[in-house]
């Protein structure tokens, strides 16, 4: 890590509408930049910064990073719009558009933190020999303790079959 970096370039990597996302903000003071330097650097180079690559927050998400991570109000401080975010594909993109030694180096160390995280992620899923084992699990304590649920699955089970044919009582009409 950079002397220069105070918070851990993975305290500052946060999920937003599913994807793992930098504040504009968190990024230009990472590369010793100002934010509107970053984004008026991005915005010459928009054709390289898809939606999937970088968005603008709504004020909802914003709001929500400050209640859940204790955001401060400076990330949008005298701002007039709302702050953008990168996604992993999007800083490596800024690479390219910002060429600086700096840049190029802090750069590094979050694409290495990116495939850090992802492997961490990984090695912590189950396999599936774990998933049928859970599941077995669940299906025995539903059968065992909660008779209940089994009475809704019977039912359930009952209304999915056919309904029997009935019988027809009497005359029909033409008969």
Do not use: W
């Amino acid at each position: 890590m950079n002397e220069g970096t105070l918070t851990p370039i993975k305290e500052l990597i946060y999920e937003i509408r599913e994807q793992k996302v930098m504040l504009d903000s968190d990024l230009a003071r990472l590369y010793g930049d100002e934010t509107g330097a970053l984004n008026r650097a991005v915005k010459r180079n928009i054709e390289r910064f898809p939606d999937f690559f970088m968005f603008q927050l709504t004020e909802e998400e914003l709001n929500s990073l400050r209640c859940h991570f204790g955001i401060s109000n400076e990330n949008k401080g005298g701002r007039r719009y709302l702050p953008y975010v990168f996604t992993e594909h999007g800083v490596l993109m800024l690479s390219s558009v910002l060429n600086s030694k700096k840049a190029i180096s802090v750069n590094i160390e979050i694409m290495v933190t990116f495939i850090n995280m992802r492997q961490y992620v990984l090695s912590q899923g189950g396999t599936n020999e774990q998933i049928a084992e859970l599941r077995k699990l669940l299906m025995l304590y539903i059968e065992k303790n909660d008779k209940r649920v089994s009475d809704i699955i019977i039912a359930l089970n009952n209304l999915m079959e056919k309904p029997k044919e009935t019988k027809i009582i009497g005359f029909r009409k033409g008969d």
